[in-house]
């Protein structure tokens, strides 16, 4: 099988960066004991610029405190909209009247009770505000 320039020229970012399967690896080494020049100017050029911007090294811990903090916003995340869900609909709650079997009056009780339902509905408006901050912040970190 004849593989390409192309193709190794696609491969050499995992090759450089130790991240490809022994295969790969094979694949590539063949390849550039075959092409000579290909071979010095990875050398030259490419190993040399990978090295600079290549990442340092992290510490291990780092994806676990990570992935420990996204579990904890999803779970804020989660409640958030929960009780933001449930306030709302208490502060918009109605009271329907009938007489004689015939539709008489419709009022949110928001109107009647503005110290019980505007602190619901206060609450909600402060979840919402939460819930999307931490919707943001997830989307902003790419979590």
């Keep these: 099988m004849t593989v390409s320039r192309d193709v190794i020229l696609d491969l050499l ?8 399967s ?3 690896r094979e694949l590539v080494e063949a390849f550039l004991k075959e092409d000579p020049e290909l071979a010095q100017r990875v050398r030259l050029q490419w190993a040399e610029n990978f090295r600079r911007i290549a990442p340092s090294t992290l510490p291990p811990e ?3 405190r990570a992935l420990s903090r996204t579990r904890a916003l999803l779970g804020w995340q989660k409640w958030c909209f929960a009780l933001a869900i ?9 009271e329907f009247s009938f007489e004689h079997g015939r539709f008489k009056e419709f009022h949110l ?3 009647e009770y503005p110290v019980a339902f505007g602190t619901c ?5 402060a979840l ?6 931490i919707r943001r ?3 902003s970190s790419a979590l």
Excluded: K, N, Q
Excluded at 13 to 20: I, N
Excluded at 128 to 133: N, P
């Design 22 to 24: 022994p295969a790969t």
């Design 121 to 125: 509905l206060g609450l909600a408006i």
């Design 137 to 139: 912040r997830l989307r």
């Design 128 to 133: 919402w505000a939460v819930y999307i901050a």
């Design 13 to 20: 970012p995992v090759y450089l960066a130790g991240e490809g």
């Design 62 to 64: 780092l994806e676990l």
């Design 86 to 94: 449930t306030f709302t609909a208490i502060s918009l709650s109605s």
């Design 109 to 111: 009780l928001v109107f």
